[in-house]
């Protein structure tokens, strides 16, 4: 095992393998930061390549560029409040409120440091999991995935503001998500719901479109009426200070960061559940770390707790999120999807033997996603500074290049009108939800497990009946989601006493 | 002076023949988003057409995905120009679409110019291997429900095994809902469901590896599967012959590419050749076997073919078509 590890790190670390490494991080970076091309598309664009390479040589090429695009993501979420991809939006909330107060320097300096230790405990969380992780993936049957979907939603509790206004105006949000979540043509009887007979709408809404809109819409509005730049009016010299205050605050929330990385890694090992979610169950989790109301107020408002719980999530998921792929060949994403494809090119046969016989080829890709993390994050840092300078340039001169990020990040999803339209709606929606103090977080939760729930319950019931409700990792996840919703009330009580 | 005649002896040829792809783009739209079965095969042919093509033009790709490849088909239909530079490949059930009548469909499937198809898609159905049942008459005396998972509605994965279980008399119970065919693999793997339906192609190494058996096929066959029980060569009665034939018909053309209805003929010609050649090129043929995608064309004439029999069938036989299989995916 520990010796499969170690020859998994030689193999890696040899000229060729790094040399096509580096050049996979070169590519994902500038994609990872410019709209227009995502990563699963680029990876479709490189597939070809690697007909003549190796396999360590190929996947540390192909998972180079795919490990750095989810990091670079998080630097136009925290810069402009554009999420650069699906599963980077949760940076925002905070990310992005943190460059209001011009401590762009210090967000960015926590989301790369908490992206690299969750890269890094990801790996190794999988490196000691892989001996139990055909039987956990295995466990988790359309139940239990059912009743996991049931634990994130719960999280809607911690992601509403305090109090039963609060929770009210949380839940209701979260609602909306779900019902957002319905559009589209059912699965079991192939009915199209509200789709209000446009063809755009029979696959559902687009989450990208949808994120971006509700997301960079209202800071770009706000940014038009302040007249300023987006730090205001703060001199630049205090902005730049900041990106090594961002690496102790991860040392700072260490225990935060690696609960965070671990949530991270078990959604992205789950098949069927999604990057996007592993994300913002690590932000429900941070706003748990709030001791007192009046910490929890400061969640959305500028908190880096808020940045580095998701950041940490952001890339810790992604070593797990290779197990149901290398393991079962059933990919969790389209970029794992296209991953596949490259297996099968380079002659592996994804399945028992990636984790028996080729176990060192599979922690080669492991390695490879610490590699090129550790490679990005130390690039990044020296960008860091001039890149936070951007929150000082008068929004006026910002706004047009923002909006060209946000419309063709939305446009690229379907390449069709519609994707600018739900931008636009969802873009309204978010400023008044703004404007009226109204969460966003739980209605993108809503929207994010809304499918999921409502799959893995019709078949739960249509499998086992009502047999399936007293399985124990059922009835364990039950109970945790339950806890979940009941911690922030027991929280306020015990600060209430004190 | 004999340079220039070298020179004219360079360029002539090119214009003489009248080259009207040299310089050009000619990009296929792909009704799906990237990672899928449609777009990969788009994409393997879009690395090999060149050169079979007179003048060598670029090939791209470009995914318009939406509404399970309708909006795709509407924009080659009307939108795209027919100057022969505009390809497109699309969902195998579009005719099921337009002969049940779906909202939206803007397009006659016989009037494209069709090139053909690139693949056969051939449906079977595969149980758990650790499962009692060999054939199909130990699967019909089957007294517990076999369970079968599946996508949703419109889907082979849904519609193969309603059929059998409505006109075959399996006993399977249908469990829909998941997310792709991948999952349902890993349903199997841990024994939530006994099987699925799906193409060949998808479960084939699911075979190999012995975690299923295929016991059924639809009439379209593959290597390897020719001896599999077809469905419709089962049925008791005529109707239920017609019905299961309808829906497996479009799968002989299993990657359909077409053109818009105007494209002048010669440029149909010349695609058609382009195509044939390509999927014969030995180099894609080496890179299609690593990836196991298995590709074999089909000519435009054979496609028009089984377009106009699924979209002349009898108006009882489409009503009754309809309550069972709905258009998707």
Known sequence: MIEALFEGLFLVLQWKPLAFMALGILLGFWVGLLPGLGGATTLALMLPFVYAMQPVEAFAFLLGMHAVAATTGDITSVLFGVPGEAASAATILDGHAMAKKGEAGRALGAALASSLIGAIVGAFALAIAIPIVRPLVLTFGSPELFMLAIVGIAFIASLSAPGPRGMLRGFLAGGLGLLCATIGQDPQAGIARYTFDMLYLWQGLDLVAVLVGIFAIPEIIDLAIRRSSIAGSLPAGRISKGAFEGVKDTFRHFWLTIRCSLIGTFIGIMPGMGGTVAQWMAYG????????????????????????????????????????????????????????????????????????????????????????????????????????????????????????????????????????????????????????????????????????????????????EAAWLTRPVVLILFVIALAVIAYPFLQRRKAAHA | MRLVVLLLAAVLPGIALGQYYAGKTVTIIVGYKTGGGYDATARVLARHLPKHIPGKPNVIVQNMPGANSIIAANHAYAVAKPDGLTIATFNRNLPIAQLTKVDGVKFDMTKFAWIGSAATESTILAIRADLPYKSFEELKKADKPIVIGATGPGANTYDFPLLLKEFL????????????????????????????????????????????????????????????????????????????????????????????????????????????????????????????????????????????????QPKDIVEEFSKYVKFGE
């Not at chain 1, 446009?411 to 939800?433: A, E, K, P, Q, R």
């Not at chain 2, 075979?207 to 077809?230: D, T, Y």
């Not at chain 2, 014969?280 to 073919?305: H, N, Q, S």
Request: hydrophobic share 45%.
């Open chain 2, 169 to 312: 008399g399996l006993n399977l119970k249908i469990v829909s809902g998941y997310q792709s065919s991948a999952d349902i693999m890993l349903a199997i793997e841990r024994k939530e469901v006994d099987g699925r339906a799906g193409s060949y192609s998808s479960i084939v190494r699911f075979i190999e590896r012995g975690l299923v058996r295929p016991v059924m096929r639809a009439r379209a066959s593959e290597p390897g599967i020719e001896q599999l029980p077809v469905d419709e060569n089962l049925a008791p009665n005529a109707r239920a012959k017609a019905i299961m034939a309808l829906r497996s018909a479009p799968e002989v053309v299993g990657r359909p590419y077409v053109m818009h209805p105007g494209t002048p003929a010669e440029h149909l010609k010349t695609m058609r050749g382009a195509f044939a050649a390509a999927i014969k090129d030995p180099e894609l043929i080496a890179e299609t076997k690593k990836a196991r995608m298995e590709l074999d064309f089909v000519d435009g004439d054979v496609a028009v073919k089984v377009m106009q029999e699924v979209l002349s």
């Open chain 1, 285 to 464: 989790h941070a706003t748990q770390s709030a001791r007192s109301a009046e910490e929890r107020k400061g969640f959305g408002a500028g908190d880096v707790r808020g940045v580095l719980g998701p950041g940490a999530a952001n890339n810790s998921k992604e070593g797990g999120s290779l197990i149901p792929t290398i393991a079962f060949g059933v990919p969790g994403s389209t970029a794992m999807a296209i991953l596949l494809g490259g297996f099968f090119l380079l002659g592996l046969v994804p399945g028992p033997d990636m984790l028996t016989k080729h176990l060192p080829v599979t922690f080669s890709m492991v390695w490879t996603i610490v590699i090129a993390n550790v490679v990005t994050v130390l690039a990044c840092f020296l960008l860091l500074d001039h890149l936070a300078k951007l929150t000082t340039v008068r929004g006026t001169l910002l706004i047009p290049a923002i909006l060209v990020l946000v419309f063709i990040g939305s446009y690229t999803s379907n390449n069709h009108y519609g994707d600018i339209l739900v931008t636009l709606l969802f873009g309204g929606i978010g400023y008044l939800m703004v404007i009226g103090g109204w969460p966003r977080a739980p209605f993108v939760l809503g929207l994010v497990l809304g499918k999921i729930a409502e799959n893995y319950l019709y078949i739960s019931v249509a499998r086992y």
